[in-house]
């Protein structure tokens, strides 16, 4: 419900706003953080160097925790290249966007097992993706939301229980799948 209410908020804002709808062409750095990511556990944040008109590049860092609280728990952290290409021919501007990203995960799991076992594990993996959204510009302050796909092959770890010397392959719940951003923007 709070998610609902925010974007029509932003959508509200986006349609009254009367302000210069890009960064200045001088722009060479775009600084993206999510903060609604806090209320599913996690926070993510970009920066992007202009790389010709309409696109751009730049390192992308995340993190996750998934707590189930039935005995599970899981962290991961990656850091990405992403790229981001603008429908639009000048890079920080109003407009529809897309683009690739592909990065490296670290993945760490705790499980309590049958009868109390206690498990650990550990993997790391590729992570491959693709996203695209739409961005509001307010001079050099920008809202963007987005969604894509995600690929791993960090999502499975195998899981040693050190009690009972037996071991579980487990989904880590963490990496891959739908993703979706909602970020605010500082161009500069």
Do not use: C
Not at 33 to 42: D, K, R, S, Y
């Amino acid at each position: 419900m709070m998610l609902r209410i925010l974007l029509a908020g932003l959508l509200l804002i986006s349609t009254v706003a009367q302000a210069q709808t890009s960064a200045s062409s001088a722009t060479q750095f775009n600084l993206r953080i999510h903060p609604l990511h806090i209320l599913v556990n996690a926070f993510g944040a970009d920066l992007e160097f202009k790389g010709g008109e309409n696109w751009s590049v730049g390192p992308s860092l995340g993190f996750w925790s998934v707590d189930k609280g039935a005995g599970f728990k899981s962290r991961a952290s990656l850091i990405a290249a992403r790229g981001t290409y603008t429908f639009k021919h000048e890079r920080f501007s109003e407009g529809w966007y897309a683009g690739p990203f592909l990065g490296f995960a670290s993945i760490e799991v705790e499980k309590i097992g049958a009868f109390g076992a206690q498990g650990k594990g550990s993997g790391n993996g590729l992570v491959l993706g693709s996203y695209g959204g739409y961005l509001w510009f307010w001079n050099s302050f920008s809202v963007n939301t987005g969604a894509g796909l995600a690929l791993s092959s960090a999502s499975d770890v195998t899981v040693d229980y050190i009690t009972s010397g037996t071991t579980e392959k487990v989904d880590s719940e963490t990496v891959g799948g739908f993703i979706w951003e909602i970020g605010l923007n500082y161009a500069w």
